[in-house]
């Protein structure tokens, strides 16, 4: 059986090895011309696939990279595992998810199986993606099977992976949710069922806006202890001492990646379409984005003023231990950072390059450090007598 993965990025790739070595012939989809290149000859800068598993499922005819859609006319299932980012309004932009199911539509081949693994809003997958397959292929929804099952990957884990973590799923009819079942079953341990299509699209939304307000919510309380000049991480290790109705979460500059801040928007756009204004979004949204010059300002306190002083940022990426730079709130501070004077500079040897800037090295050099993302294999012993902003809840 042929199964093509179109998006062969953080979700599609782990995705498509992992359905290749449970036995599918995989065909990874992607219009990034060295991106299949590169897959092709075994190299990918995505930090949790092993190279060695790549190489294995091409050697072994499993799994080919390639820019051509039209395999998709022999493929028994197709996925689409494409970016749903936001525009520069800050609304869904959708048109990555369109482009490839127009292209996965055109190729489309009666009794197929599609599965869309985005994040999107609720009604997406029923009332954009079925019309476009529909419209781009000729054939009536009948015709071919639709569902929906969102990804849950949660980058650099040790813990969780594509085979341990329960995949939701939903069918536009039982024939395309028996199906898909089948298909995740073969390399994923607990495939649940949801009732509908809109149910799992939601669950999803769900999921990652109880994070952006339980972060959101934990900074503004440690800008609430900062003041009062008590620690809030011994505040919140202190209340993980009970033993139910708490889950902990802890401060930092904000939050970052391709879906916290940007899945809730979402919800958030579709809950207005159709008024039911979610407002705790909306205000998570707003302190998120309010934290990079919250700290700016600290920084500006702890030395004096920023104008003329030479600042180190520490830790580039939206989270500890990966290179993942995607919506990272670091990207904001150094803005304000720049903005008040300073001369900035980032250490993050993960990241290594970005921006056109090059990462330097930790030193003694500076009036200030900022510990933006702290990456366990950093050693701020050399950074001498600096004096260190540490934004994961400092007083
Ligand atoms: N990254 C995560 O941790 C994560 C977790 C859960 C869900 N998601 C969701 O999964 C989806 C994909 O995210 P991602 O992180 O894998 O994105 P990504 O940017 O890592 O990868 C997407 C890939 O799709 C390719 N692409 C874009 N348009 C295409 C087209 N028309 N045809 C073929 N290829 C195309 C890009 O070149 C890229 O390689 C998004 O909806 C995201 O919200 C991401």
Redesign the pocket.
């Known amino acids: 059986m042929i199964i093509s993965v179109?998006?062969?990025?953080?979700?599609?790739l782990p995705i498509a090895l992992s359905a290749a070595t449970s036995g599918f012939e995989v065909k990874g989809?992607?219009?990034?011309q060295n991106?299949v290149a590169n897959l092709n000859s075994g190299v990918t800068s995505i930090e949790d696939v092993d190279l060695q598993v790549i190489s294995e499922m091409i050697s072994s005819g499993k799994y080919f990279a390639t820019t051509n859609y039209s395999i998709i006319e022999k493929s028994a299932i197709v996925l689409i595992?494409?970016?749903?980012p936001l525009d520069l309004d800050h609304k869904p932009d959708l048109s990555?998810l369109i482009?490839?199911a127009t292209?996965a539509g055109r190729h489309l081949s009666r009794g197929s199986l599609v599965i869309l693994?985005?994040?999107v809003a609720p009604g997406t997958t029923r009332n954009i993606i079925v019309k476009i397959l529909e419209q781009e292929s000729g054939l009536e929804s009948s015709d071919f099977l639709v569902a929906y099952s969102?990804?849950?990957?949660d980058?650099s884990s040790k813990k969780w992976n594509v085979k341990n973590t329960p995949k939701l799923v939903a069918g536009l009819d039982n024939k395309a949710t028996k199906q898909a079942v089948d298909f995740y079953s073969k390399f994923i341990d607990n495939v649940v069922v949801c009732e509908s299509i809109e149910v799992a699209e939601t669950a999803k939304l769900l999921e990652n806006s109880f994070r952006l307000i339980n972060i959101s919510f934990i900074n503004e309380l440690s800008i609430f202890c900062s003041k009062l000049g008590i620690s809030v991480n011994e505040v919140i290790n202190a209340a993980s001492t009970k033993p139910y109705g708490f889950m902990p979460f802890y401060p930092s500059i904000g939050v970052g990646?391709?879906?916290i801040p940007?899945?809730p928007l979402y919800l958030a756009n579709k809950a207005s379409e159709i008024g039911a204004p979610t407002r705790f979004i909306d205000l998570a949204d707003q302190i998120n984005q309010e934290m990079p010059g919250y700290f700016a300002g600290r920084a500006e306190e702890k030395i004096g003023g920023l104008k003329g002083k030479k600042v180190l940022v520490i830790g580039v990426s939206y989270k500890p231990n990966v290179a993942d730079v995607r919506e990272t709130p670091v990207k904001s501070l150094i803005v304000e950072l720049v903005g008040r004077g300073a001369q900035v500079s980032w250490h993050d040897d993960l990241v290594k390059e970005w921006n056109g800037e090059k990462s330097v090295a930790l030193s003694n050099e500076y009036d200030l450090a900022i510990l933006a993302t702290p990456h366990d294999y950093l050693d701020l012993t050399k950074l001498g007598d600096v004096p260190i902003l540490n934004t994961r809840g400092s007083i």
């Open positions: 179109i998006g062969q990025g953080y979700v599609g989809i992607d219009n990034d991106k595992c494409v970016p749903t990555y482009a490839a292209s693994e985005s994040t969102p990804e849950r990957i980058p990646g391709h879906c940007v899945d």
